[in-house]
């Protein structure tokens, strides 16, 4: 019970927290960490650039309250999950670290910088997040405006460089390729079922009673786009009007009818968009990065690393890091 729980609570967690954070900040496909055993200040070195524990543990404050609360609930105080939640919350702080400097490292090698104007506006926000900050939460965190400066000026520059690589990028896409539809379905395992269910339908039943006896998936309501559903049933679902039935639909893991409830979802197609696009600067930012990535060197100093307890720090509630880095130098990509 505590292990569905515990996947419950993260699956709640990562909708609500990794939207407010740009692309740049996702996990690396290449990313794998040589870890040396070592005593240091230094937390991470990744091509000769490193950050310092106190440098780290702002990223992991930050992330220890942005994900910490989920929907109200506090998830340190949810029994038998704090180990499991201190866990995550280090490897995320430690692998977005990584990728940053990662990232700078990659648009040093291409010759990216920031600007004046860019600097200045990191400058400033520096100055924000550290004047936010508690005396209790500067005592933990160590650190002092010029290293969250610092941060900052990391943060920016791999985000020129995502922008760089994606520039080029089609932003086109057609309301055809991303078009989601409003339907119902029934599925069933057997062909037997599938011929009572066929019959039944022809005999005028109605398609939300028959998916209440029937159905043998999650839900019977459903709104899905191309890809998402198996390519017998996506071609005959698309070629649906409003208000009508597929005929039964055979595939490798059963019996698919779907009705059309609306088959062009205005607003969510419009939403749907976007992340078509997104997908595409992914792809196109990972085929270099992650190129790029497996040919340099990256250390963690567990030892260090391990000596902190994410989960025992009531007191320090900071979690606008990367709110006040938006507000002073623009919307994240």
Known sequence: MKSRNWKKSMA???AAGLACLCPVMGCGRGDSLYVP??????????????????????YLANYQNLYGT??????????????????????????????????DSLAESRGI??????LNKVQKAAKAYFESLTEKEKKYLEASEPDIQRLYE?????????????????SEVSDDEARIMDAMQIVVSDKKTAREVKKAL???GDFSTLAGSYNEAEEVKIQFGRGELPKEVEKAAFALD?????????????????YCVNKFNEEL???????????REKAAFGDVYDAYSRTISKKVYQKVWDEIDAGNTKDIKTDSFFSVYQEYCGETA
């Open 12 to 14: 709640l967690l990562c």
């Open 154 to 170: 990391d943060y920016a520059l791999a985000q020129k460089l995502y922008k760089s690589l994606t520039a080029d990028i089609n």
């Open 113 to 118: 910088a920031l600007e004046d104007e860019e």
């Open 202 to 204: 022809n005999d005028g």
């Open 269 to 279: 197609t419009d939403a749907n968009k976007l992340k078509i696009v997104q997908k």
């Open 37 to 58: 055993q070592i005593t240091a200040k230094q937390v991470l070195k990744v091509d000769g650039e490193s950050y310092s524990l106190a440098e780290a543990k702002v």
């Open 70 to 103: 989920v929907a109200g609930v506090d998830l340190w105080e949810q029994e038998g999950q704090k180990e499991a939640l201190e866990d995550y919350i280090k490897n995320l702080a430690i692998s977005q670290m990584t990728k940053i400097l990662s990232m």
């Open 242 to 258: 409003n208000g009508t039935v597929s005929k039964q639909i055979k595939t490798e893991d059963g019996y698919y009818f779907i």
